[in-house]
């Protein structure tokens, strides 16, 4: 079904949240946040975390503090790479972060100190043994996080820079906790627009056949 809206409210994003792990799918999430900055005015906040799981825990060692050398090493070292990536932002404010956590708890009090609109993070695509291993930090962020979060696959195709949202595609299983992501689904069809497609899957039990 799709949906065409017409309303007087429109999206307020000012400030976006980036985590960047320097990946080819963080890369992917921020060409997206980019867009999203150019057309609502955002800044952008770039954060790299430099995770305690890097250190030996295995043996029971516990991670050294972050002003040892090592540590601020890293640091230096991803905050000179963050701000080279920001160097063709062109107009679009930004702000870089380099701190050392978990990522998902790192995010998300970064988030709220600065009244984050928007977190934008690409995924790995992990499945598997791997992501159980591993764990998977869009997940752990999208779960923790308190306002919307967009997650970007590893498959998606790059965009320009004058992208703008034309087609909206909002599966809902019509429970209440939908509503939420309805409403904002709604105005950015109508912010920019755009077809807004619902689509609410029925589930068939499928009947198992035995031969005798």
Not at 84 to 91: D, K, L
Not at 95 to 110: C, F, I, K, S
Request: contains cysteine; glycine residues 4%.
């Amino acid at each position: 079904m799709a949906v065409a809206t017409k309303t007087t409210i429109s999206v307020s994003i000012e400030n976006i949240i980036v985590p960047f792990d320097f990946s080819k799918s963080s890369e992917l999430g921020l060409n997206y946040a980019l867009v999203i900055a150019r057309r609502y005015y955002s800044t952008i906040h770039l954060v790299h975390v430099i995770p305690l799981s890097q250190w030996p825990q295995a043996y029971d060692v516990t991670p050294p503090s972050p002003a040892t050398e090592a540590v601020e090493e890293q640091r230096r070292i991803a905050r000179q790479r963050l701000q080279s990536i920001a160097q063709r932002f062109a107009n679009i404010p930004n702000h870089v972060w380099v701190e050392q956590g978990y990522p998902a708890e790192v995010v998300d009090v970064l988030a709220q100190a600065e009244h984050a609109d928007l977190i934008v993070i690409g995924t790995h695509g992990f499945s598997g043994f791997k992501k159980f291993a591993l764990g998977s930090v869009a997940e752990q962020i999208f779960r923790k996080a308190l306002c919307p979060v967009l997650t970007v696959g590893p498959h998606v195709r790059q965009v320009a820079s004058d992208t703008v949202l034309r087609r909206i595609l909002y599966p809902t299983g019509l429970l209440s906790e939908s509503h939420r992501g309805l409403s904002y689904a709604l105005l950015l069809a109508a912010d920019e627009n755009a077809e807004l497609t619902l689509l609410h899957v029925i589930q068939v039990k499928r009947e198992c056949s035995h031969d005798d």
